[in-house]
């Protein structure tokens, strides 16, 4: 498998192409991994240095790799965050050029726009960009539930709310829909939950909850979702084995008390997920 990974990266720390790509290597997936900004380290520590690639630079990367002949060898092209209204377009007309060498190419598009604690955290125009223009034209989206209301305008928190709210979206393009950070009331106490939805079903997975804010670890889920649902196709395997390996990636660092991801040190867990959450159906 071979998947075009159009997002950020940083030198110190793991988020964007530097949370996604050494955990879909360690699964034997070849990533082509295409940078929007090179900083020193993720916003979120509230200072960084390095330079925000524009999007002609970045169209020209992808049109270097389209001159080696390649885009017919790429399964997926996936997408996350998305710094400048500008980039839009580059990954829309790369995704174009990808289904044109292949087909049989899927589009995954992580729809990063806040979360519910934080509200949105991007620009205002990138939310409307994305449920508008860039979410209709991707196969797979794996949206938290905050980001899930917003591209549908709804507020999802019951599991019935929040499937109906899957099946809105999916009526606009994707076919594919995992669901991540599910909070709904009568879950049991201190767990998270994941739900993924295809055409075959719909399916949750729950985990404890972990008391840590961890930078990335959506960007890895996105990354081994996809490239699980693209190698086997079945959507509830894909999501026992993220729910599995980014549990222990999580809780390896929480238990480690440092800030950043604990990536290289948590590789087992994606290339042998233990499976040690049960995933069930509820369509």
């Known amino acids: 498998m071979k998947i075009l990974s159009i997002q950020s990266a940083v030198a110190y720390g793991h988020v964007g192409n530097s949370a996604a790509v050494f955990p879909l290597q360690r699964i034997g997936v070849e990533v082509l991994p295409v940078y929007t900004v090179a900083f020193s380290n993720h916003t979120g520590y509230g200072s960084w240095r390095g330079p925000m690639l524009s999007p002609d630079d970045v169209r020209e990367i992808i049109v270097g790799i389209e001159e080696r002949g390649v885009l017919g060898q790429i399964d997926v092209v996936l997408s996350g965050y998305q710094g400048g209204e500008g980039i839009a377009d580059v990954i829309l007309d790369a995704v174009a050029r990808v289904k044109a060498a292949n ?163 948590s590789q087992e867990a994606y290339a042998h997920p233990r499976m040690q959450f049960g995933v069930r159906r509820v369509r």
Request: charged content about 25%.
């Open 103 to 265: 087909p049989d190419a899927l589009y995954a598009c992580d729809p990063v726009m806040g979360n519910a604690k934080s509200g949105c955290f991007v620009a205002p125009a990138i939310p409307v960009l994305l449920r508008d223009r860039v979410v209709p034209a991707a196969d797979i989206i794996t949206p938290n539930q905050f980001e899930l209301g917003f591209l549908t305008d709804t507020q999802p928190d019951t599991l019935e709310s929040t499937v109906e709210a899957v099946d809105l979206v999916r009526a606009t393009g994707p076919r594919v829909v995992l669901v991540t950070s599910v909070e709904r009331p009568d879950r049991e106490a201190d767990t998270i939950e994941m739900l993924a939805v295809d055409q075959t079903g719909a399916w949750i997975v729950q985990t404890p909850l972990l008391p840590m804010k961890a930078n990335g670890s959506g960007d890895v889920t996105a990354a081994l979702f996809t490239a699980h649902y693209r190698r086997s196709g079945d959507a509830a395997d894909a999501l026992a084995r993220t729910a599995s390996s980014v549990f222990d990636l999580l809780e390896r660092t929480h238990l480690s008390g440092e800030r950043e991801l604990q990536l290289v040190e």
